[in-house]
């Protein structure tokens, strides 16, 4: 079978079947961050999380499925919205969708989306109570379940300091569970992040080992900047004394720290209760 | 190089640098989990994770280092410990470290350890004020860290229900962060979990969307049996049925979940805080 490019099937969209086919080469190499930058240009798998999207007003620029992807009432629904907003549908192999995605058992929905990274200057602090900042993260899945997280606790969004991983890979995509389309996402240097933090109201609060300040023993005002450090090394010590309240959680066992998106979220549920009390 | 049995070094360790040796072909199996279970091993990679084994009183049957490995003091003080205990330490390659571990960056160390699953009879409850209970819990990531919060919250164990993930595997094992050492891990059917619980004391507590019971609106008794379910499908609804207690989490966002390590480390430390807060 050829990929003439004039080829569509009876619901009128485009069919690809080799794997040799250049569009197919260009969507596989957005698995790499630097193709995915210079596109400005990310997966997202499942329909699921595509609804989700859709939900929140993202629709993908090209939507990628299998025989069967469209049976689906909600990819009934995507597919006629994809259609509406001008953008492009394409059937094409199970096999070249697992090439795309990576993964071994692929689902049968592709979406191609534009990335959504904000400049600091654009974020409005004051429309949530708590901001994530993470400091350096390099795992994919503690990076899209810190999203999902921030998603829960009505963060305003994720502010990625130094050298993370991309938030926008396939497996930071799949752990967040949507959550990359509804929170808001920057990506900014410490010298810059600093200055614009403190050119507005926000108490910026860091965990550390060296503090005898118990996490629910301090109170915290909104908004609150919640700073994350890096898995192995935590936060740098003139990243801690930037801080306005370090604080620790107790750990009663062996060990001296938590998984890092697990101790962002009992920090996030922390702050979010004392405002829940305060509202009482 | 020749891999004869009687080939050791300047330390008195056999070494080992054929691919194709028997021994190497038997721990790189303990990949798989039928291998595991069979030879009752797995593996633990790493100086920090060693030292916290041997901290707890877990030492390696068999040691395996490459050049460099048994540097630092504090691994020369785990070899004289597997020494003095009878176990076995092998001098090795990098590549063939890496071909153990299956991590493109091995560690300089890796154990084999003898597996710790403890019977469901042999458990004290009264030990502890919290037990941790998944069931069908698939993602090795999320098995280790959920045994990672466990003992920072001083919980006695994690009991496995229906068909959980190994917690003796590569990936949760190192997610666990040592913690595979220090908690006790029990694997049993939901039909012997329930009688024997309801044998002595205990709390069966578990999340629900059908709910109102907001998780920091309820007392938590010890000891607190912390129900955790599979990560797509929760909890299922007989399992529902069957808790003392059925609360939630508030969602503030979009989703209506949390990754279930997240969850699990909130409503841990919910259940340690209030704890805490009685001993005040």
Same mark, same amino acid.
């Given at each position: 079978?050829?990929?003439?490019?004039?080829?569509?099937?009876?619901?009128?969209?485009?069919?690809?079947?080799?794997?040799?086919?250049?569009?197919?080469?260009?969507?596989?190499?957005?698995?790499?961050?630097?193709?995915?930058?210079?596109?400005? $240009? *990310?997966? #997202?798998? &499942?329909?699921?999380?595509?609804?989700? +999207?859709? !939900?929140?007003? @993202?629709?993908?620029?090209? $939507? *990628?499925? #299998?025989? &069967?992807?469209?049976?689906?009432?909600? +990819?009934? !629904?995507?597919? @006629?919205?994809?259609?509406?907003?001008?953008?492009?549908?394409?059937?094409?192999?199970?096999?070249?969708?697992?090439?795309?995605?990576?993964?071994?058992?692929?689902?049968?929905?592709?979406?191609?989306?534009?990335?959504?990274?904000?400049?600091?200057?654009?974020?409005?602090?004051?429309?949530?109570?708590?901001?994530i900042?993470a400091q350096a993260l390099r795992d994919p899945g503690n990076l899209g379940t810190i999203l999902r997280t921030g998603?829960?606790?009505?963060?305003?969004?994720l502010?990625l300091?130094?050298?993370c991983t991309d938030p926008?890979g396939?497996e930071a995509v799949r752990a967040s569970m949507?959550a990359?389309?509804?929170?808001?996402?920057?990506?900014?240097?410490?010298?810059?992040?600093?200055?614009?933090?403190?050119?507005?109201?926000?108490?910026?609060?860091?965990?550390?080992?060296?503090?005898?300040?118990?996490?629910?023993?301090?109170?915290?005002?909104?908004?609150?900047?919640?700073?994350v450090g890096n898995e192995s090394q935590g936060?740098?010590?003139?990243?801690?004394?930037?801080?306005?309240?370090?604080?620790?959680?107790?750990?009663?066992?062996?060990?001296?720290s938590l998984n890092a998106a697990v101790a962002t979220a009992?920090?996030a549920?922390?702050?979010?209760?004392?405002?829940?009390?305060?509202?009482?």
């Amino acid at each position: 079978m050829t990929d003439s490019a004039n080829e569509t099937n009876a619901r009128g969209h485009r069919v690809i079947t080799g794997f040799s086919n250049p569009l197919v080469k260009r969507i596989r190499s957005l698995r790499d961050k630097k193709h995915r930058r210079r596109e400005g $240009l *990310f997966l #997202a798998e &499942g329909l699921r999380i595509l609804t989700e +999207a859709r !939900e929140v007003g @993202a629709l993908p620029d090209m $939507l *990628f499925y #299998a025989r &069967g992807g469209l049976d689906h009432p909600l +990819a009934v !629904e995507l597919e @006629a919205a994809i259609g509406d907003a001008g953008g492009e549908i394409i059937e094409t192999t199970p096999d070249i969708l697992t090439k795309l995605s990576g993964k071994d058992n692929a689902q049968t929905l592709i979406g191609v989306y534009r990335d959504r990274l904000v400049p600091l200057a654009e974020i409005d602090r004051d429309t949530a109570g708590i901001w994530i900042v993470a400091q350096a993260l390099r795992d994919p899945g503690n990076l899209g379940t810190i999203l999902r997280t921030g998603d829960a606790v009505g963060a305003g969004g994720l502010i990625l300091i130094d050298d993370c991983t991309d938030p926008f890979g396939v497996e930071a995509v799949r752990a967040s569970m949507g959550a990359i389309f509804t929170q808001t996402i920057v990506q900014a240097r410490w010298d810059e992040f600093g200055p614009w933090l403190r050119r507005g109201s926000g108490q910026l609060v860091g965990t550390s080992l060296q503090t005898d300040h118990d996490y629910q023993g301090v109170a915290y005002d909104a908004p609150v900047f919640l700073l994350v450090g890096n898995e192995s090394q935590g936060l740098p010590a003139d990243y801690q004394a930037a801080c306005d309240l370090l604080v620790k959680m107790p750990m009663m066992g062996r060990a001296d720290s938590l998984n890092a998106a697990v101790a962002t979220a009992v920090m996030a549920y922390e702050i979010l209760n004392q405002r829940r009390a305060r509202s009482r």
